[in-house]
């Protein structure tokens, strides 16, 4: 009886440690993608859903240079995101600008925009998924379970981007004006900037932790043309969830959907996470359409 009490409290205690990581590990992901994709939406007013192909593209661009021509993962990491970013401030200037303002036919180029990404990488990909070897070797013990650093190593990492994106909106005179501009449009004009200028610094560090975010990710996954539609998802449901400008309602259903999926794939399968996070955002919606969370309207 003894023995089996022990197996029992083990067991409980691997699975709690599991779901707990799997936890931070997940919000740490779906804030960062969030939260870029919250700002672009707060300011620009689109709902941009090829956000996650930034994602995609981190990943993408980490394994063309890191793996293919061989560059230092950090070089490789760091030409990357600059890479995506020039990416998604072209199209925000000649493609999304004069769609600002413009929800569904903003929301249908950016839907468009998500089938050519992916499409483009399914093709030089030649629909083969691909891999890149970890950087961080070893393992964490904790309790009755081993947990890969390469796997840890991104919560603290994603802290630290939080937490710069949280200063430069608080911080910095474009950074405020952005943030005067989500909450209205014509105050941030009597701030002295231009929308252009706004739209896109809005964009550009939005894609940047979209890409950081892809980088993180590529020892982990493998690096797949539609690797960002699930990420995006989460991002979709924690903006509409927490309130269109309320960045930290925003963190905030990224933090319950990164332990609810964590909790449900651990003991029901990720089906059933799919499944249930859908009944979530749906609930969530008809209880308060304008977001759960107090704060700006959605």
């Not at 070797?137 to 802290?159: E, F, K, M, S």
């Not at 933090?255 to 999926?261: D, K, N, V």
Request: hydrophobic share 60%.
């Amino acid at each position: 009886m003894h023995n089996r009490s022990s197996w029992v409290q083990r067991r409980f205690q691997a699975v709690f440690f599991q779901v707990l990581i799997n936890g931070l590990f997940l919000t740490s992901i779906f804030s960062i993608v969030a939260l870029g994709f919250a700002v672009v939406y707060g300011i620009a007013r689109i709902m941009n859903w090829a956000h996650g192909e930034f994602y995609m593209l981190g990943a993408v661009g980490v394994w063309l240079f890191g793996r293919h021509l061989g560059l230092p993962f950090l070089a490789a990491a760091i030409i990357s995101i600059i890479f995506v970013t020039l990416i998604a401030v072209a199209i925000e200037r000649t493609m999304f600008k004069p769609l600002r303002g413009l929800h569904l036919p903003g929301f249908v180029a950016s839907y468009g925009l998500s089938l050519v990404l992916q499409g483009s990488v399914f093709v030089a990909f030649n629909g083969r998924p691909k891999s890149f070897p970890k950087v961080i070797d070893g393992v964490l013990t904790l309790g009755p379970i081993n947990i890969g650093w390469q796997r840890v190593i991104v919560i603290p990492l994603a802290a630290l981007c939080l937490l710069a994106a949280f200063w430069f909106m608080n911080r910095t005179k474009y950074g405020i004006a952005i943030r005067a501009g989500i909450q209205d449009l014509q105050a941030a004009r009597l701030y002295g900037l231009k929308m252009n200028v706004l739209c896109s610094i809005a964009m550009a560090l939005a894609s940047a932790m979209a890409a950081f975010a892809g980088v993180l990710m590529a020892p982990l996954f493998s690096i797949e043309p539609d690797m960002g539609l699930f990420v995006m998802w989460n991002a979709w449901i924690a903006v509409c969830l927490g309130g269109r400008g309320n960045l930290g309602g925003c963190l905030i259903v990224s933090t319950i959907l990164g332990f609810m999926t964590s909790f449900i794939d651990t003991y029901l399968g990720a089906y059933f996470s799919l499944i249930i996070v859908a009944a979530f955002f749906l609930l969530g919606l008809a209880i308060r359409p304008r977001g759960l969370v107090k704060g700006m309207e959605a």
